[in-house]
């Protein structure tokens, strides 16, 4: 079934659109919470001024609209949906930050540095409850059940993330685990965005789960692809230290397929993750070079061609108008050569 | 108006389902996740087995059950409700610990001490999304409406917090900022459980806005009871130590009214709140008797009784079924004898 396009939809204008609606929604909240989340967001200097940036990539938005226009949602859907998202993923981040005592976000001072973690955090809870307002409001008879979706996200994040903070006590973690893991922490979010404007068009159980099953397939070639930048990124665009989630012992994929691979590379490895004493400088480019030589690279790198390419068959299976499938499949493309 | 009740309908009843429906309900969460919430709720040990205790007080469930049956909610919405603002309580309060660094919380070790603080935020945000999905899904063509009263609340909840965490910097706090920031902080949620009963039965609107007053001055009159007790409470019954928020310098309102009393003794005590340094053993007592002394006592007890009259009238413009309003009337009348 090919579907219909209102032909007056842009999504490049509705995406400036959500971007509008994401400043005037936060600048509604209290005036403490409204400096916070614009500070985080990047459109807000520390002492509130406006700032060059914002939104950033908003992966999560544009595919809300993209996703939105193939279905047949009106601009407000798409809108709705677009913010919601990028609400959820600030919300996420914010909290992140706090959790892990990270001072840096997108090259600036974490949030929770400049304003204190318990203003970041509530500024956190108020951004996931807008995001669900801003659903609810939504003119769609399909509100509630777009709501009922993005809480179930929510939710699978949650779980995604308490996951994560398991694994840090366990070196056993099979790849399996770790892809449930990032199902819930990364691709529940995704899928969750590309396909909440189809929910609010009521579009049919088969485009929703097909754009849904296409973003968790985008949502975990893009955390894998983290994964390897978190290990063999350019710190200059990453803006993470070098080789930064061995020096935290984190088990990123790379390291969990190299732990169970087996043979004696593995078992040294497993001895720097097993010793909590710090590690020195030599020792870490010892780990990656071993994860290398028990092909955890190589297992991940081919978790993402495997991901793109499912990704990319989920689109192909629904027959979307061909410019939003083409940018859709353009956004799945280019994950694999993700530089930071 | 006299309103008609379902002759069926027993709030202790409604009351002990809403206890197993919170219970289900967490089960229901991801295994970490419902780990914490059970633990935090009281009805499970550290080790996750049944333990003596559960919902304490339950004073919200137990207003929406009420409020609910009051305004001819069916058994099912009385319970969602129910359900719904004991997460958003839960939330809150495993949030808070954290964020003031609180270490015990109903006379056992909060929940961040024994699980850790990231543990416990994802926990506070897998209750807070469940809070609105237990609502979205009521059975009720107003359930969706509810639920935005919910998330309302929720934001009025961060704002409250928001404004209290500003206080810490600020010596000037009037007796209407400290009010405002308590309206938001723990009325604006009891006023919610009040009416969202209500809310779902689509009861009249002024019978919501009824109970809604009614529900924020009882909140207010508990935030004031609640301060006096931080200061002059049996450290044996609130499991707090004696004279807990003058050591922390807190401006609850005894202190917020006694600095604006003006006269050498506010300004005494001014001198304490200023001085960043330590407290002796002579100076916290020295603290009590100057708030004493600049009626900051006097004002709080005054304040207590016209917000329990104020939450008094309310219930009775609004002719509700006797036995029901009896009920919610007495829980006002017993806030200001509150001693934990």
Request: aromatic share 4%.
């Amino acid at each position: 079934m090919t579907l219909a396009r209102t032909p007056a939809l842009d999504p490049r204008g509705i995406h400036a659109e959500v971007a509008r609606a994401v400043q005037d929604t936060v600048i509604r909240l209290c005036p403490g919470v409204s400096a916070i989340a614009g500070y985080h967001a990047g459109w807000l200097t520390e002492e509130g001024a406006p700032a060059v940036g914002g939104l950033g990539k908003a992966l999560r938005s544009r595919l809300a609209v993209l996703g939105g226009a193939a279905a047949g949602a009106s601009t407000g859907m798409c809108v709705a949906a677009g913010v919601a998202v990028e609400f959820v993923h600030d919300f996420s981040l914010l909290q992140d930050d706090v959790m892990d005592g990270d001072t840096e976000r997108r090259h600036r001072p974490a949030a929770w540095t400049v304003f204190g973690a318990p203003a970041a955090l509530l500024t956190s809870d108020a951004l996931l409850a807008a995001a669900a307002e801003v659903l609810l409001e939504a003119d769609s008879p399909h509100a509630a059940c777009a709501t009922r979706v993005l809480l179930k996200t929510v939710r699978a994040l949650v779980l995604g993330q308490t996951r994560d903070l398991a694994f840090e006590q366990r070196l056993d973690v099979t790849p399996e685990e770790y892809l449930a893991m990032a199902a819930g922490k990364t691709a529940a979010l995704i899928s969750c965005s590309a396909s909440l404007g189809a929910v609010l068009a009521g579009a049919p159980t088969e485009v929703v789960m097909g754009l849904a099953e296409y973003g968790t397939n985008l949502g975990l070639a893009f955390q894998l692809t983290d994964d390897l930048l978190g290990i063999w990124g350019d710190a200059q665009l990453t803006g993470k230290p070098v080789l930064a989630d061995l020096r935290r012992r984190k088990k990123s994929a790379p390291v969990v397929a190299a732990l169970n691979s087996g043979g004696l590379h593995a078992l040294e490895l497993r001895d720097f993750y097993e010793d909590p004493g710090p590690l020195s400088e030599t020792d870490v480019p010892r780990m990656a070079l071993l994860v290398e030589q028990c092909h955890g690279r190589r297992w991940t790198i081919d978790r993402i061609a495997l991901h793109t390419a499912e990704a990319l068959r989920c689109l192909s299976g629904l027959r979307l108008p061909q410019d939003v499938a083409a940018e859709l499949a353009e956004i799945a493309q280019s994950v694999p050569s993700r530089r930071k």
